[in-house]
């Protein structure tokens, strides 16, 4: 509406001002959405589908219907190279068309307020400055959403790599797990997370290796060991860098976290055999687990917990042991414990049998 009663009132030149104004405005938001685009990717390592588009060559490589492996492997590696330097100059190049176009706009700017009376200005700046702020936020809700699409791909691609396309968690619940975090819940507590700078066990890694060291007889080998072992540190402490495959494992730990924190009422649990993860209500675990404790002819409740009592009666024997001469003392303090804890119960979920019973676990 302000465009409009605007240029009812303006000469032709003031019109076309006008609509080159808002034209450039539009450029202008388009552009930054753009820019804040691919610097989020390239700050993630994801690349956008239209670069990767660029070096589909893979059928040039292609013998029998596939591609060698250690073709594949250095192939791979340079595409990476390459689409990682792309991104950059395209963000470079936008930032040099952005700021031809902000003097472009200020140019535009400046002649308007020179043509057009003071209030009309104030009023039409005014109005611009808002349809900046609000007309970008379609854009960032598109780009949000294809940020999104391709980070669940590139996660993965990762996650599954050896997954043979086997499914390794069992959902019993009534709630669908986004693919990234299934495949990833899916590796099971054996998985080894990538290790940060910041979490980096580095005294744990000395004393280990000193340790192996030290078993090696040869001075000038061990000496020749211990060399290679400090390089190695140094080496992992100033050169490593988190490559795609580590940045795709660290933000599907993230998201896996956020979804299981949302839905609490969710419990992860490794099945009894198959090296499967489950995925069950904690409602119907409790369940399961009351119903496997409410059977009187294989457990009976206790009116006081016996763990004081047999930690006093543990104490006794082993000082009647020291006492005869049967134990030392190094032995007697491994015996002794004053922080005793009773058994613990916990049911792993037999996914091979009918019904998914629960084998109790007491520890």
């Known amino acids: 509406m302000v465009y409009a009663k605007l240029k009812n009132t303006q000469d032709n030149k003031t019109k076309k001002a ?3 104004f808002k034209t450039e405005s539009i450029q202008m938001a388009k552009l930054k959405s753009s820019i804040r685009f691919l610097l989020k990717c390239r700050k993630a390592k994801i690349i956008p589908k239209f670069i990767q588009n660029i070096t589909k060559l893979d059928y040039i490589f292609t013998i029998d219907n596939h591609i060698p492996k250690h073709i594949k492997h250095v192939l791979d590696r340079h595409k990476d190279f390459f689409h990682s330097k792309i991104l950059s100059i395209l ?3 936008k930032h040099d068309i952005l700021s031809e176009k902000d003097k472009q706009l200020k140019r535009t700017k400046t002649q308007l307020s020179q043509r057009m009376q003071k209030e009309d200005a104030t009023v039409f700046f005014e109005s611009e400055q808002h349809l900046t702020i609000t007309r970008p936020k379609h854009w960032r809700n598109t780009q949000e959403s294809k940020f999104e699409q391709l980070r669940s791909e590139r996660n993965i691609k990762v996650i599954q790599k050896h997954n043979n396309n086997k499914h390794w968690l069992v959902n019993k619940t009534n709630k669908e797990f986004p693919q990234d975090v299934e495949a990833l819940l899916g590796k099971g507590p054996k998985f080894a997370l990538p290790i940060s700078k910041s979490t980096f066990p580095l005294f744990k890694c000395i ?5 192996l060291v030290q078993s090696v007889k040869n001075k000038e080998k061990q000496e020749s060991a211990r060399t290679k072992l400090s390089l190695l540190i140094k080496d992992t402490l100033t050169r490593h860098k988190g490559n795609t495959t580590d940045l795709a494992i660290n933000d599907t730990v993230e998201r896996t976290r956020k979804f299981l924190s949302k839905n609490k009422d969710i419990i992860i649990l490794n ?8 995925a069950m209500e904690k409602k119907d675990y ?3 687990m009351d119903n496997l404790l409410g059977d009187l002819k294989t457990y009976r409740i206790l009116r006081q917990d016996p763990t004081l009592r047999l930690q006093t009666k543990n104490h006794y024997l082993v000082d009647k042991l020291y006492k005869l001469g049967l134990i030392n003392k190094k032995e007697k303090y491994k015996m002794t414990t004053h922080t005793a804890l ?9 996914v091979h049998k009918d019904n998914m019973p629960l084998r109790p676990i007491v520890q």
């Open 342 to 350: 009773s058994s613990r119960i916990y049911g792993l979920p037999k």
């Open 271 to 278: 099945a009894d055999k198959g090296n499967v993860t489950v």
């Open 207 to 211: 004393a280990d290796g000193e340790e």
């Open 91 to 93: 963000i470079k190049l």
């Open 286 to 288: 409790r369940s399961r």
């Open 18 to 20: 006008i609509n080159r």
